[in-house]
């Protein structure tokens, strides 16, 4: 069985098939990232697996990554700050390239990798099936 949230996070939906809870997170998650305009350090930290001091040093070592910050310097990520970031996060974690290597990547393709685009979905497959194997 399948457990998820509808996307005001009020009602839990229960399907049987594997293939209706994986459409079903893919598109909360899809859904969620189109409606939501900004988002905090924490919750990209949270989405990359990674902590938010990593997200501060990239923005030092990445003259493109500039989320916007209020007055208190609180950092709001965009939907355009995310995607670059999860490039970087491929880059240097997935690939193994340092940071001039992924700079240097960056320069000179500014389209996402398909790799990326799979590794991704590999890796949320990989905890579904990790939730499935632990409400057994």
Known sequence: RC???NTKNEKIINRTKATTC?????WKKHHHM???LYYSIG???????VNTSMLRFWETEFKDLRPVKNKKGTRSYTQQDIE???RIHYLTKECGLTLDGARQQLKNDKAPDKNMQVVDTLKE???FLIQVKQNL
């Open 3 to 5: 457990t998820t949230l």
């Open 43 to 49: 919750e990209v930290a949270e989405m990359l697996g």
């Open 125 to 127: 497959l990989k905890n």
């Open 22 to 26: 994986i459409s079903l997170i893919g």
């Open 34 to 36: 189109e409606t939501k």
């Open 84 to 86: 670059l970031l999860r």
